[in-house]
């Protein structure tokens, strides 16, 4: 707990998916009522019941955007394989199933329910799965954010925490061949970026078997320790109940 404490200060603490489900919007409620989370990222196309809008706005949290894209992520359910979910990315991509065009006018329209549901901006922009991320998508992820003047971004200025996920890694090629177009504007973002996902779950930072949850939740003490010392943001999905244990636990 007092790695927690002393790192605080130097997190931002973000929760993804509210409106995904009950559980997650239940969950997130209960973390940004306690003070747990800096920021929620939200799925404005999940988003119908005004009560828990009222209970999230009236945290005063930052809101961010959560950009999607609607076939992909119907065409991903249940599947875990990193191989997999890239292989199926790039043949929506390639195949035309999401072409820039309709990239584009699919994360307008989200920007457009944001704010008729807000009746603000987003505080933020960040997506589902990472997928501005990928380079030709990160073109358009950029001039949204310029067009609508919203300053924060998921993208890590000074890097990704890498370490052995494949995702992270994956991620960290990624920032490279995009930092170039970052450094154009003057957008907003923490120096680093990480997600609890990545923690290594092989095994158990205290020896013995277990599940990969409960050796994601024993290792995380370990990874916080090895996080850089500038602002990182890190990353978790609280439908998740190992996610949701560790935040109100040590935030």
Do not use: C
């Amino acid at each position: 707990m007092e790695i927690v404490t002393n790192l605080r200060k130097k997190l931002i603490i973000s929760v993804d998916d509210f409106g995904l489900s009950q559980e997650a919007t239940k969950n997130i409620l209960a973390l940004a009522k306690a003070g747990k989370v800096d920021r929620v990222a939200v799925l404005v196309d999940h988003l119908a019941d005004d009560q828990n809008l009222a209970e999230l706005v009236s945290t005063g949290i930052k809101i961010d955007l959560h950009l999607r894209l609607k076939n992909f992520d119907e065409n991903m359910k249940g599947t875990k394989s990193v191989v997999r979910r890239s292989a199926l990315f790039l043949w929506h991509h390639f195949s035309q199933k999401d072409s820039l065009k309709k990239v584009e006018v699919q994360w307008l329209s989200q920007i457009e329910k944001f704010i008729r549901l807000f009746s603000k901006m987003p505080d933020g922009l960040n997506s589902h799965q990472y997928i501005h991320f990928f380079p030709p998508y990160f073109k358009i992820f950029l001039r949204i954010a310029e067009k609508y003047k919203i300053s924060y971004l998921r993208f890590g200025k000074k890097g990704i925490v890498k370490n052995s996920s494949s995702i992270s890694i994956i991620l960290s090629r990624l920032w490279k061949k995009n930092s170039p177009q970052f450094k154009k504007f003057y957008f907003d973002s923490s120096d680093f970026l990480a997600s609890f996902d990545w923690i290594d779950p092989a095994k158990s930072a205290k020896g013995g078997p277990a599940s990969r949850e409960v050796n994601r939740v024993k290792n995380f003490p370990l990874f916080l320790e090895k996080l850089p010392p500038e602002k990182t943001e890190l990353v978790f999905h609280p439908e998740r109940e190992d996610e949701f244990e560790i935040l109100d636990k040590y935030f």
